[in-house]
């Protein structure tokens, strides 16, 4: 990715792929998403709108070492909020297709509302897996399972609980197995 003249200027390994993004944020964008907009995609290139908002996990880390708990609560919420709303979007009820790709570095939080980026990848399964997946970066992100880590998974859990009538039981279920199973992953890259 590269900045230019406060546009986003996004390579794909291929045409395909950078279609597929294309088309995905253009269709989010029409119904309402905070996506940014594409303005052009040719090739493998997309040009989009840059965002002055900053990825969860560095917005965590500032977080860490300053406490403001009412902007910590409105992007926690908002994340699973925007998920919400993607959801409806994707039509997962009858499709099964979820976010994919769920970690914080693909939302995005400006001070007042959360955006989601980077819709190259998408996968079949369950909201709840999605959820749980979400839950377990936020909490592993180097340093693990501090205070702060810890307030903001409880939050979304909690808001998750409200948007999608989950258990939060099933929830946490889902997160401590979504944790096991990165743990196994990066055991076999090490």
């Not at 925007?82 to 979820?98: E, F, H, Q, R, S």
């Not at 340093?143 to 948007?163: E, F, G, R, Y």
Request: glycine share 6%; aromatic share 8%.
């Amino acid at each position: 990715m590269r900045l230019s003249n406060g546009r986003i200027e996004k390579f794909h390994i291929s045409k395909e792929t950078a279609q597929f993004e294309a088309n995905k944020l253009v269709r989010l964008h029409s119904m309402g998403l905070a996506v940014p907009k594409v303005l052009s995609a040719k090739d493998n290139i997309i040009i989009m709108e840059y965002i002055d908002a900053a990825p969860l996990p560095d917005l965590i880390d500032v977080w860490e070492n300053k406490l403001c708990s009412s902007s910590q609560e409105l992007a926690a919420k908002g994340v699973i909020d925007w998920l919400a709303k993607y959801y409806i979007a994707v039509d997962n009820a009858n499709t099964g297709i979820t976010r994919g790709d769920i970690n914080g570095r693909n939302f995005l939080f400006d001070g007042k509302k959360v955006w989601g980026i980077d819709f190259e990848e998408q996968a079949c399964g369950t909201i709840i897996e999605d959820i749980g997946q979400l839950l377990a970066f936020v909490l592993t992100y180097d340093p693990k399972n501090t205070p702060l880590k810890k307030d903001l998974a409880s939050i979304m859990a909690n808001q998750a609980v409200k948007n999608f009538n989950f258990n939060l039981d099933d929830i946490l279920t889902e997160q401590s197995k979504q944790i096991k199973i990165m743990e196994n992953r990066r055991k076999l890259r090490n």
